[in-house]
C-alpha cells in the first residue's frame, strides 16, 4: 500500500508538469479571443456557479444521495493579477430513522486567494478552510461515529482553465460544420497545502491532484474521464481516489452534465466528542446524479436581448450574505444564499427555478443550528 501511494503522489506532482507542456501552446492567440486580460482593475469579473444532486447506488453507510453548491468567485481583477474566493457546499442526506433527513453538512471554503493568470492556466496561493456540521434532529441527535472534523490550511495551486466552473468548454468550437470531432485534450489542477491548525482530526498536509480527459465533441456533447486524488498525512499517510465518467452538454450558456462516479473517502469519524478523539474510516461510494455549471461573465450574459423568440437561460441571479446578531438568546449569527434561474423565457411569460438557504449558527461555535431549504 505504501508503494501504492508514493506512486500515485509521483504522478499527481508530475500533472501540473505535463499540463504545462500541453496549454502553452496558443496561449496568446486564446488570451486575445477570449479577453480575459484586463487592461486596469475590474470587479467581479467572472463567477462560476454549480449546482448537483445525485444517489448512492452503493451507498455510504446511512447516506442515502447528496447535495451540492459549489461558487467561484473572482472577486477583483487587476490585469493578470486576480483576487477570489471560492465556496462548496456539500450536503449528506440520509440518517438510520429517514433516508431523507439532512445528515451533515460539509464546507470547503477558500477564505482568501491569489492567482497569477499565464494564459491558459493559473499559479496561486490560498487560505482554505474546511468543516463537517453534523445536522442533530429529534430522532438523531448524536455526534459519536459522525464527522465533525474542521481544520485551515494554506498553500499554493496549480490549474488550467478549462477546471474552472463554466470553463470546462474553453477553446471548443461548437459552431464547426463538423458534427464529430477528436477533442483528446487534458485539463488538470494540483494542490499542496500545509495545516495549520484542525479539531476533531489530526493533519500535517494535504495534497490534491485533478486530471479531466476530454475525448471527443459530437455535436453539443463531450465524453470525458476524470481521476482524483487526496493525500492526506498525518500520524498515517491516507489516499482518497475517485474516477468519474460522464458527458457534457453545451445547452446554450449552460452545461448539464449526467455522470456516475467511484470514490473511496477517508473520513475522520468522531469517537469520543469531549475530548475530541476521533478515527479514519475508509468508505466506499458509487453516486450516480446530474449536475449543471454555467460562468456569470459579460461575455456570457451581455444583457437581455431584446427578442420576442424563445430563450433559454436568459438570466441567473444570485445573493449572498452573513449577519451576527448583537443580541440574541439563542443564535449568534445569520446566513441566507438564494440562487435564481430564468430557466425559459417566451415573451411575455417566463418558466424559473429559484433556489434559496437560510441558516442560524450556534452561539458557542458558529456551526448551523437551524437551517431552511426553498425550492
Same mark, same amino acid.
Given at each position: 500500500?505504501?508503494?501504492?501511494?508514493?506512486?500515485?503522489?509521483?504522478?499527481? !506532482?508530475?500533472?501540473?508538469?505535463?499540463?504545462?507542456?500541453?496549454?502553452?501552446? /496558443?496561449?496568446?492567440?486564446?488570451?486575445?479571443?477570449?479577453?480575459?486580460?484586463?487592461?486596469?482593475?475590474?470587479?467581479?469579473?467572472?463567477?462560476?456557479?454549480?449546482?448537483?444532486?445525485?444517489?448512492?447506488? /452503493?451507498?455510504?453507510?446511512?447516506?442515502?444521495?447528496?447535495?451540492?453548491?459549489?461558487?467561484?468567485?473572482?472577486?477583483?481583477?487587476?490585469?493578470?493579477?486576480?483576487?477570489?474566493?471560492?465556496?462548496?457546499?456539500?450536503?449528506?442526506?440520509?440518517?438510520?430513522?429517514?433516508?431523507?433527513?439532512?445528515?451533515?453538512?460539509?464546507?470547503?471554503?477558500?477564505?482568501?486567494?491569489?492567482?497569477?493568470?499565464? *494564459?491558459?492556466?493559473?499559479?496561486?496561493?490560498?487560505?482554505?478552510?474546511?468543516?463537517?456540521?453534523?445536522?442533530?434532529?429529534?430522532?438523531?441527535?448524536?455526534?459519536?461515529?459522525?464527522?465533525?472534523?474542521?481544520?485551515?490550511?494554506?498553500?499554493?495551486?496549480?490549474?488550467?482553465?478549462?477546471?474552472?466552473?463554466?470553463?470546462?468548454?474553453?477553446?471548443?468550437?461548437?459552431?464547426?460544420?463538423?458534427?464529430?470531432?477528436?477533442?483528446?485534450?487534458?485539463?488538470?489542477?494540483?494542490?499542496?497545502?500545509?495545516?495549520?491548525?484542525?479539531?476533531?482530526?489530526?493533519?500535517?498536509?494535504?495534497?490534491?491532484?485533478?486530471?479531466?480527459?476530454?475525448?471527443?465533441?459530437?455535436?453539443?456533447?463531450?465524453?470525458?474521464?476524470?481521476?482524483? *486524488?487526496?493525500?492526506?498525512?498525518?500520524?498515517?499517510?491516507?489516499?482518497?481516489?475517485?474516477?468519474?465518467?460522464?458527458?457534457?452538454?453545451?445547452?446554450?450558456?449552460?452545461?448539464?452534465?449526467?455522470? !456516475?462516479?467511484?470514490?473511496?473517502?477517508?473520513?475522520?469519524?468522531?469517537?469520543?466528542?469531549?475530548?475530541?478523539?476521533?478515527?479514519?474510516?475508509?468508505?466506499? /461510494?458509487?453516486?450516480?446524479?446530474?449536475?449543471?455549471?454555467?460562468?456569470?461573465?459579460?461575455?456570457?450574459?451581455?444583457?437581455?436581448?431584446?427578442?420576442?423568440?424563445?430563450?433559454?437561460?436568459?438570466?441567473?441571479?444570485?445573493?449572498?450574505?452573513?449577519?451576527?446578531?448583537?443580541?440574541?438568546?439563542?443564535?449568534?449569527?445569520?446566513?441566507?444564499?438564494?440562487?435564481?434561474?430564468?430557466?425559459?423565457?417566451?415573451?411575455?411569460?417566463?418558466?424559473?427555478?429559484?433556489?434559496?438557504?437560510?441558516?442560524?449558527?450556534?452561539?458557542?461555535?458558529?456551526?448551523?443550528?437551524?437551517?431552511?431549504?426553498?425550492?
Amino acid at each position: 500500500m505504501v508503494q501504492i501511494i508514493r506512486h500515485f503522489a509521483l504522478v499527481i !506532482i508530475m500533472v501540473p508538469l505535463l499540463l504545462l507542456g500541453n496549454v502553452a501552446q /496558443a496561449e496568446t492567440a486564446q488570451e486575445n479571443k477570449d479577453g480575459d486580460v484586463p487592461q486596469g482593475w475590474e470587479l467581479l469579473p467572472r463567477v462560476g456557479v454549480s449546482l448537483e444532486y445525485g444517489g448512492f447506488i /452503493a451507498q455510504q453507510e446511512n447516506y442515502t444521495s447528496q447535495l451540492r453548491r459549489s461558487l467561484e468567485i473572482d472577486v477583483l481583477q487587476y490585469q493578470r493579477h486576480i483576487f477570489y474566493l471560492n465556496f462548496n457546499e456539500q450536503i449528506a442526506l440520509g440518517t438510520p430513522p429517514n433516508n431523507w433527513e439532512f445528515s451533515v453538512m460539509k464546507y470547503n471554503i477558500v477564505l482568501g486567494g491569489y492567482r497569477y493568470d499565464f *494564459g491558459n492556466y493559473y499559479l496561486g496561493l490560498f487560505l482554505h478552510h474546511q468543516c463537517n456540521n453534523p445536522i442533530l434532529s429529534q430522532n438523531y441527535n448524536v455526534v459519536v461515529d459522525r464527522v465533525e472534523a474542521a481544520f485551515d490550511d494554506v498553500g499554493l495551486e496549480f490549474l488550467t482553465k478549462t477546471m474552472r466552473l463554466g470553463m470546462k468548454d474553453r477553446g471548443i468550437n461548437f459552431d464547426s460544420p463538423e458534427n464529430f470531432e477528436f477533442l483528446g485534450r487534458f485539463a488538470g489542477e494540483f494542490s499542496a497545502s500545509r495545516v495549520l491548525c484542525g479539531s476533531y482530526i489530526i493533519l500535517d498536509y494535504l495534497v490534491h491532484g485533478q486530471l479531466r480527459y476530454d475525448i471527443l465533441r459530437y455535436y453539443h456533447l463531450i465524453p470525458y474521464v476524470e481521476l482524483t *486524488g487526496d493525500l492526506t498525512a498525518g500520524p498515517t499517510t491516507r489516499l482518497a481516489p475517485a474516477v468519474e465518467v460522464g458527458t457534457r452538454l453545451h445547452f446554450g450558456n449552460v452545461d448539464f452534465t449526467p455522470f !456516475i462516479k467511484w470514490s473511496r473517502d477517508q473520513e475522520a469519524l468522531t469517537t469520543s466528542p469531549n475530548d475530541e478523539k476521533f478515527a479514519f474510516i475508509t468508505k466506499n /461510494a458509487l453516486l450516480c446524479g446530474g449536475r449543471m455549471e454555467v460562468l456569470l461573465d459579460r461575455k456570457t450574459f451581455p444583457g437581455s436581448p431584446a427578442t420576442d423568440g424563445l430563450q433559454w437561460f436568459p438570466e441567473i441571479h444570485g445573493m449572498g450574505n452573513y449577519a451576527l446578531f448583537l443580541k440574541n438568546p439563542f443564535f449568534s449569527a445569520f446566513g441566507d444564499m438564494d440562487l435564481d434561474f430564468e430557466v425559459l423565457r417566451w415573451k411575455p411569460w417566463t418558466l424559473f427555478l429559484y433556489t434559496g438557504m437560510n441558516f442560524e449558527s450556534r452561539k458557542q461555535d458558529f456551526k448551523p443550528d437551524k437551517i431552511n431549504y426553498s425550492l
